[in-house]
């Protein structure tokens, strides 16, 4: 009917308007828009009145509250009379924790596992090859249990503990002790020369390039760099006077049962949940972690390496200068997507009751049923931790990527 | 004569070389592989040490010290007095029914077991390339299995009449709520992520932008809220007397959540066709529905078959995490077993959780061999 219609008013000839693309498109997207404007007033307007009944106050006002409750590890300062802002300060530190030494350890133990899946011997390989299956085919939640209730467990209790490293380290049911470095007055020219030291290394590592492209006679940055990073702060601290000492975790093995163990306040203690969190976290990413690097080494062609050879490098420089700069191309997007995938797992904190963002989160929750805000603030965090690292690793990529004329 | 000097007449044996170093048998092959170098040998030496020292104790506790009969905890505590503290399967075998089917009711466990049975009768041949009629197959599955299952786990009342009686999903648990959230995530995050890597590829701006929007909101945010979001939240979304049974709830979270990934494991199967394939598409004739049904995803969802079978590996693992909103999934259940005195020993928690590994490994080690096997069996000239 509408052809004839618009035949006989002389419009332009064309296809009838439901065959019309533009036409069918500008109907959908205005189909969408109507449907989900619809469910965001039915749910809004629900919420609503379900909050009224419940006499739910919303808003953020809430977080001035004060908590009332304790946390167990607490990078800031907190305490039970902070508000309930505060603790969710200290368990978004917390993540941010065990987010980074989780990633630290994870690309550490991912890349060894990953070269060792790739190694000609045998006995290597295979040993990497079960790593690798066997942790990625258990739940994580699993293996945070297993290392928190079945590893942790086991070991000795509060009034003994196992001693390794030259007894500088001690772990018991309480967690891992250590020496904690104490700064004295006058420290402070320690940081200052670590600071000074790195960005020397920088200087030297830009004057090196630039020598090479001149002239092509190579400079030993890497030791200059490690040397000056180790050295100076070294010199500096001699010459302030020696002005920092470690605090040692002091163990009482005499007297009474009850007063044995370690003395409060001595050395640093990380508390075993974090130990389970961060081992079960940096384990479980690392499998995943070392099949990106395998695929990415073996995505470098073969050729590659023969011609590095040909010109007469050796093992070395040929993976150090050839394989790995190519390799790291294919590796970074996917090693980008497991440290998120790392970030967004230590929410599981919660099932062992780290005080992480999700863990404190859901105590603030639980006493104050502003499920709608708290829940906010989770996803607002995470996503914002999402967009910066993958922001982050897309200039990075960006960098590393091929310049194809 | 005098060139008989140029001759040289070997009078006695040339001096015998050693024979070559075999490269064929099994010593050929532990020469080759094992001690090619110094280097070499002591990392053999060294994993061999590694592994003795992993395997060893394992074996020692799953098998060599385990206790495999008993009633109750006395047995594996006479065991651990005796010095073998080894696992304790009797603890297993003993809480194996609540393991598989949670709280069920006991009289009622005949409807898991045929719903289990035919899981098991339409999935293998839909799992066996060779197996005939897959196209009934795969409508018997997606469609009127899950028709089935649903009223034989939940019950049926006809109008008064109980032909089947109801069973609160709060009774179930164990393997029955993995599996159940397992599978209802699989088989509708598919569907759903298909439309929206559809929709993220898609000319029409607000279509595309509403896609990429709930793609990237989903992939930002940890499971572990999304399972909050999705029993906390939920109810408040809900008109005042409206209530959602709690598994469903999670069932919700957790399409929604697989779906985002899905969406993208899609999406890069759909941009590795080549512009030609639609070109061809649209020069038959076809229109939108058909090209892509007919040709574009056939072609996109065969490439990224092991992209698609991570993401059910994940889920699976992820159904673990719905313990923490207060579900008894396989872990679950085994985690509350650990509160009854009458199982209670030092080692049942490490049985506990290895029972968990091996079963949860099983099923995933399973998936992924298969995705392996159909890769080889589908490629059609992509793999290079």
């Known amino acids: ?405 | 004569m005098a060139n008989a000097d140029i001759f040289q007449i070997r009078t006695e044996e040339a001096p015998k070389l050693a024979a070559p170093i075999s490269t064929s048998g099994v010593v050929g092959w532990m020469r080759q592989n094992l001690f090619s170098s110094i280097g070499n040998t002591v990392l053999t030496v060294i994993g061999l040490l590694i592994a003795y020292s992993l395997i060893m104790p394992f074996v020692q506790f799953a098998i060599i010290d385990a206790v495999w009969t008993g009633s109750d905890r006395t047995a594996c505590l006479a065991a651990e007095g005796a010095g073998h503290a080894g696992a304790c399967w009797a603890y297993v075998i003993d809480y194996l029914p609540q393991f598989i089917y949670g709280r069920y009711p006991t009289e009622e466990i005949y409807r898991v077991n045929i719903v289990y049975a035919l899981f098991v009768l339409l999935l293998v041949p839909l799992l066996m390339p060779s197996a005939p009629y897959k196209g009934i197959n795969a409508l018997l599955f997606l469609v009127v299995f899950p028709i089935i299952s649903y009223f034989l786990l939940t019950g049926l009342e006809f109008g008064g009449t109980v032909v089947l009686p109801i069973v609160e999903t709060a009774r179930w648990g164990g393997l029955l709520v993995t599996l159940v959230i397992a599978v209802t995530g699989i088989v509708a995050s598919l569907p759903l992520g298909i439309a929206l890597a559809l929709g993220r590829r898609s000319n029409m701006p607000i279509i595309k932008m509403v896609s990429v929007i709930f793609i990237e909101f989903w992939r930002g945010v940890p499971l572990i809220t999304v399972l909050f979001m999705s029993s906390v939240m939920l109810p408040l979304f809900l008109p005042e007397g409206v209530t959602f049974d709690k598994l469903l709830r999670v069932l919700i979270g957790v399409t929604l959540f697989s779906a985002a990934y899905m969406a993208e494991v899609v999406r890069g199967g759909l941009q590795a066709i080549p512009k030609g394939q639609y070109e061809g598409a649209m020069a038959l004739g076809l229109r939108f529905w058909p090209m892509m049904g007919l040709i574009i995803l056939p072609q996109a969802l065969k490439l990224v078959i092991p992209g698609i079978v991570n993401t059910f590996i994940g889920l699976f693992k992820d159904t673990t995490l719905v313990l923490i909103v207060g579900m008894f999934d396989l872990l679950g259940q085994i985690q509350s077993s650990f509160s009854d005195p009458n199982w209670s020993t030092p080692t049942q928690g490490h049985t506990g959780y290895l029972f968990a590994a091996i079963v949860f490994f099983v099923f995933c080690f399973g998936m992924s061999r298969y995705s392996i096997f159909m890769e080889n069996k589908l490629h059609t000239g992509h793999k290079r």
């Open chain 1, 1 to 405: 009917m509408s052809i004839q219609e618009q035949d006989s008013a002389g419009a332009p000839a064309r296809a009838s308007l439901l065959n019309d693309p533009k036409a069918r498109g500008l109907f959908y997207q205005a189909t969408l828009i109507i449907a989900l404007v619809a469910f965001g007033w039915f749910i809004v307007s629900n919420t609503v009145e379900n909050l009224e009944r419940q006499n739910i106050a919303s808003g953020f006002g809430f977080l001035q509250n004060t908590a009332g409750f304790g946390i167990i590890q607490a990078l800031v300062d907190y305490t039970e009379t902070s508000s309930y802002g505060q603790a969710i300060i200290v368990g978004f530190f917390n993540t941010l924790l065990v987010a980074v030494i989780g990633i630290f350890l994870a690309t550490i133990i991912g890349f060894v596992v990953g070269i060792a899946r790739l190694s000609n011997n045998w006995v290597i390989s295979r040993l990497a090859y079960c790593y690798v299956e066997l942790i990625r085919n258990v739940p994580l939640l699993l293996q945070i249990f297993f290392w928190y209730f079945a590893v942790l467990r086991a070991v000795p209790g509060k009034r003994d503990k196992w001693s390794f490293l030259f007894d500088t380290f001690h772990l018991n049911i309480a967690g891992l002790r250590g020496p904690q470095p104490v700064f004295e007055e006058g420290s402070g020219i320690i940081g200052w020369a670590l600071v000074l030291a790195i960005v020397l290394a920088f200087a030297v590592a830009r004057w090196s390039r630039k020598r090479q492209e001149a002239t092509g006679q190579q400079f030993p940055v890497f030791l200059t760099g490690i040397g000056m990073i180790i050295g100076l702060p070294l010199i500096a601290y001699l010459f302030a006077g020696m002005p920092m000492h470690f605090n040692y975790p002091e163990f009482v093995e005499t007297g009474p049962m009850l007063r044995r163990g370690f003395t409060l306040g001595s050395g640093f203690n990380l508390i075993p949940e974090f130990l389970a969190l961060t081992l079960a976290l940096s384990i479980y990413t690392a499998a995943f972690i070392a099949e990106i690097v395998r695929a990415g080494i073996q995505a470098v062609s073969h050729g590659q390496s023969e011609a590095a050879h040909a010109l007469g490098l050796r093992n070395g420089p040929t993976l150090r200068l050839v394989i790995i700069p190519q390799a790291m191309r294919v590796i970074i997007p996917p090693l980008t997507s497991q440290y998120l995938n790392l970030t967004k797992n230590s929410s599981l904190a919660v099932a062992i009751a780290f005080p992480d963002l999700v863990s404190v989160g859901g105590t603030v929750l639980n006493q104050t049923g502003q499920a709608i805000e708290i829940i906010g603030i989770w996803m607002f965090v995470y996503l914002t931790l999402s967009l910066l690292t993958s922001a982050f690793m897309n200039w990075y990529n960006q960098r590393m990527a091929l310049v194809e004329r």
